[in-house]
């Protein structure tokens, strides 16, 4: 049995799995059945202590004595349903994993033999975390270390995969009757979680207060994003920084030859109209705003093989988007590829912001890592991509990665 690193990945040789979670003191474990889109269908997805049972997926405690654990049998997940998510919270309300870091262990659900283990590092103020995944990837189940936390506990969960979560009703005056609503949520499910309606319900009198939001900053400090996620370059409600480097790495997989990967940027204006690319051959453009370190010929050594500086204040208005992309110049796909990743780090300081790290590569030869988004408030926003295309050149890239905005 080996013990996984965050975002490693190993294959299922078993169809029924345990994870349990141990830590120092009693968590609430829970399970979701998430869709292709990273979402939960109905709040039927949502597997825990007082819904214990879903299709395929199932909550088992620990009675006080053994850690609680969620089972999944992948012989019995639903078609559409192609990953699993295991998330731990303390039981006591506003604790942090600061000092209490939980151990996820991967068993046979049937035999009780570890399969393998997880600890995520560097915990502080994360009062939930994703811990693993169990995911299908070309027909076969494997198993992800994740350790994505959260400071604002089951409400940051719930939200980022589609559950809303109801805040506790303050005391108040009786509500002026209102129009007819949605039928309530199935009596299993959690009173303080409820599945996003599917459409909006009939006008009625003054609007509740809105589920609490999503979207991840940098409050809680560095930020580990899995594909699609988002995080907001800001912190305690302002801009984080105007000056940030995009730090591009990898080796060679398996001892394998040298290869090539070139790192670029391309921007778009509003309307998704092809600016400029930054890359090996341009290595500034926007008016110095974006530059390039040079290129990396075989992506050896330790840490970032190539770096792209971005003055997020000296970009001209009408630049709105920035896609990050790298490519095999030299033909070899992305599964002759190992830890390729992306992260963001604060120019002035060199600290590291936010990292995604690539995993399951497929077999081309250009992938979008992430994109820098301009919101009409200002600020800017980095999402994770790991979308693979066939090209071996940024030129290749610019319709794809305009599509992908």
């Keep these: 049995m080996t013990a996984m690193t965050p975002g490693s990945n190993i294959p299922l040789s078993t169809a029924r799995v345990a994870v349990d979670v141990a830590a120092p003191v009693r968590l609430d474990v829970s399970g979701l059945l998430l869709t292709a889109d990273g979402k939960v269908r109905s709040d039927d997805d949502f597997i825990f202590y007082n819904q214990p049972s879903g299709p395929g997926v199932t909550y088992r405690s620990g009675g006080g004595t053994a850690p609680d654990a969620i089972v999944v049998d992948t012989s019995a997940v639903p078609p559409g349903i192609e990953k699993i998510v295991v ?60 350790g994505q936390g959260y400071a604002n506990g089951l409400a940051g969960i719930a939200t980022d995969f589609g559950v809303s979560v109801e805040e506790p009703a303050a005391p108040a005056a009786p509500a002026p009757a209102q129009a007819p609503v949605a039928p309530p949520a199935p009596a299993a499910a959690d009173p303080r979680i409820a599945a996003a309606p599917a459409a909006p319900a009939a006008p009625a009198a003054p609007p509740a207060a809105p589920a609490p939001s999503g979207k991840i900053n940098l409050d809680k400090g560095r930020v580990s994003l899995q594909k699609n996620q988002t995080v907001s370059l800001v912190k305690g409600g302002r801009p984080l920084l105007s000056q940030v480097k995009m730090g591009l790495g990898w080796e060679p997989a398996f001892r394998g030859k040298d290869i090539d990967l ?79 990743y992306c992260r963001l780090l604060d120019a002035a300081t060199g600290e590291e912001l936010v990292r995604f790290d690539l995993t399951g590569a497929e077999p081309q030869t250009g992938v979008m890592m992430a994109k820098l988004i301009k919101q009409f408030s200002g600020e800017w926003e980095m999402t994770a991509m790991g979308d693979f295309v066939k090209s071996r050149t940024v030129r290749g890239m610019v319709k794809p990665a305009a599509q992908a905005l």
Excluded: M
């Design 87 to 146: 998330t731990a919270s303390p039981d006591a309300p506003g604790q942090t994993f600061q000092g209490i870091e939980p151990t996820a262990t991967v068993r046979g659900a049937d035999d009780g033999v570890p399969i393998t283990t997880f600890t995520p590092p560097q915990l502080g103020s994360e009062t939930a975390l994703v811990i693993v995944e169990i995911y299908l990837r070309n027909g076969a189940w494997k198993v992800r270390a994740v």
């Design 262 to 340: 070139d790192a670029s940027v391309i921007a778009y204006d509003g309307n998704r109209k092809h600016l400029d690319s930054c890359y090996f051959g341009k290595l500034s453009i926007l008016n110095g705003a974006v530059k390039h370190s040079g290129d990396n010929l075989t992506g050896e050594g330790a840490g970032d093989d190539e770096v792209i500086t971005v003055d997020l204040g000296r970009i001209p208005a009408e630049a709105t988007g920035l896609v990050f992309t790298v490519n095999s110049f030299t033909g070899q796909k992305f599964t002759e590829v190992a830890k390729a």
